[in-house]
């Protein structure tokens, strides 16, 4: 069982999902759980099948006292870089709360600071607080459904699959066809060779 809370009641666990990908959005959410709330199947969202994270996407948007979710497109990253990007989104997910958080719990080891709540980083956060794990879960179930919606659009980059991840097959697919408008035009690749320069 995962942590409830670090110091108040009133805490919202906000994550991302996509940092790494070629393609699609940094998606990133933010979680405000009930103090009362308990689920032994909460868990990073990395450790859960996609059968168990679309459950628990559910039942989080039910039993959450808020949450919010914000994409930030591959142009926004390509202008201000994948981890301002991921901390925009977070801000722009923490937004949407309709309670404010006396807390913050990130995941990760970087943030910056979001109006006048104070804030923790924590590394591997969602495998630690139930918050950040209910916010990796949203997360990456709506960046998921994201990159499949599109995915309709280029095929040929298997989408639905690598969600834009640089999978062998999805990096050979941009060697073959070019860059779409949902890559992020931040990283080349070389020609003589099928990988890829940030």
Not at 171 to 180: D, E, N, Q, W
Request: charged content about 25%; overall charge positive; glycine content about 6%.
């Amino acid at each position: 069982m995962l942590k409830k809370f670090y110091r108040f009641l009133l805490e919202a666990g906000t994550d991302e999902a996509g940092r790494g990908c070629l393609a699609g959005p940094v998606t990133a959410a933010a979680v405000i759980l009930p103090p009362e709330y308990e689920n032994g199947f909460l868990n990073d969202s990395k450790k859960l099948t996609a059968g168990k994270r679309s459950m628990l996407r559910k039942e989080i948007e039910l039993e959450a006292l808020s949450f919010g979710i914000a994409h930030v497109d591959p142009e926004t990253i390509d202008t201000m870089n994948i981890l301002n990007a991921s901390i925009f989104g977070m801000h722009r997910a923490l937004e949407q709360l309709t309670i404010v958080p006396r807390h913050i719990l990130v995941d990760g080891n970087q943030f910056k600071p979001y109006k006048s709540i104070s804030h923790e980083c924590i590394i591997k956060g969602d495998g630690i607080f139930m918050s950040i794990a209910a916010a990796s879960i949203l997360a990456k179930t709506m960046r998921d459904s994201y990159m499949e919606a599109i995915h309709n659009e280029y095929p040929m980059y298997n989408w639905k699959q690598n969600k834009g991840y640089p999978t062998l097959e999805h990096r050979m697919a941009i060697k073959k066809y070019g860059l779409t408008k949902y890559h992020r035009k931040s990283f080349k690749i070389k020609s003589e060779q099928v990988s890829l320069e940030f």
